[in-house]
């Protein structure tokens, strides 16, 4: 069986799956998205993805296009249709089709478009050698708490980190504080093992893998800090990594060609990431609730 895509209340095949030329998330980036990590067969923190869909589509005025319970059928649908055990569900909702015009049609129906990958996933680091990072300029817009398929400066930063041979790029705002990865949340574990990361507003996209590795620590009794921090913290830290949905936890041992501590995976990252692979197999009843 070929690989299957939701389009608009059909189920089509991947290759012929197509969206019109005046759907305005292709013309004006209007729409927003989220990415599912799937795990074992089953959803992992699909509540805390929904609920942040949803404020996303608040904060723009988009309607969602069916319920919340129809939504989840029709996700729940589509992995079955693929035969998808691990991996992910790639879900966007735009303003729809319109003639084009700046201002909100008005009469529209609100656009919605679902892929699935496969992708396999260890409770062990991916990669030994952990990874490297450079730091770019942030110029996104002051609105990055809603989840936009407007990505153009995170495409950017993400091929200033390719070109530099690094696997992520972290943003660093005019004050000179880090706010996130191109993809991901940026973490540090400071020389007194308290784990750090940026605090959830308007700053970031506040991280549903982020939110429940943060209980995860907390349960575990590790301090964590919610506030900003700089590359030179960065570069003084115990350890660094980061975090999101297709990638868990990934331990960082370079950052703008500086090692971190000994330039090894660090044991706090190796052990969160554990404990988010045991809780993404077996803890799905009742996850860790999102809150911006």
């Not at 409770?123 to 990505?151: C, E, F, H, Q, Y």
């Not at 992520?168 to 005019?174: H, I, K, L, S, Y």
């Not at 970031?204 to 900003?228: D, F, M, Q, W």
Request: proline share 4%; net charge positive; glycine share 8%.
């Amino acid at each position: 069986m070929g690989r299957v895509a939701y389009v608009n209340g059909r189920f089509v095949r991947h290759e012929a799956a197509a969206v019109h030329i005046e759907d305005r998330g292709y013309q004006f980036a209007d729409g927003v998205y989220e990415v599912v990590t799937i795990l074992g067969g089953d959803f992992v923190d699909q509540p805390g993805h929904l609920a942040r869909l949803k404020r996303s589509l608040g904060e723009l005025r988009i309607a969602m296009p069916v319920s919340e319970a129809v939504l989840k059928l029709k996700m729940r649908e589509l992995v079955r249709r693929n035969g998808v055990k691990d991996g992910y569900l790639y879900l966007q909702i735009t303003r729809g089709v319109a003639p084009r015009d700046f201002k909100f049609p008005k009469v529209s129906k609100s656009a919605l478009v679902m892929t699935t990958r496969r992708q396999k996933f260890a409770p062990a680091m991916p990669n030994d050698a952990g990874v490297k990072v450079v730091s770019v300029p942030d110029i996104r817009w002051t609105r990055r708490d809603i989840k936009s398929i407007g990505l153009l400066a995170q495409v950017l930063a993400k091929q200033a980190a390719a070109e530099a041979g690094a696997f992520e790029a972290w943003m660093v705002g005019p004050d000179g504080f880090v706010t996130e990865g191109s993809s991901s949340n940026a973490w540090i574990v400071t020389r007194d093992g308290v784990l750090v990361t940026r605090q959830p507003d308007g700053s970031i996209l506040h991280g549903i893998t982020g939110n429940s590795l943060e209980a995860l620590a907390r349960e575990r009794g590790i301090k964590v800090e919610r506030r900003p921090f700089t590359t030179e913290e960065a570069y003084q830290a115990r350890e660094a990594f980061l975090t999101s949905a297709t990638t868990f936890c990934i331990s960082i041992t370079e950052i703008d060609g500086r090692p971190i501590a000994n330039g090894h995976p660090g044991e706090l990252a190796r052990t969160l990431r554990q404990a988010y692979f045991d809780y993404g197999l077996k803890r799905q009843a009742q996850p860790v609730a999102w809150k911006q």
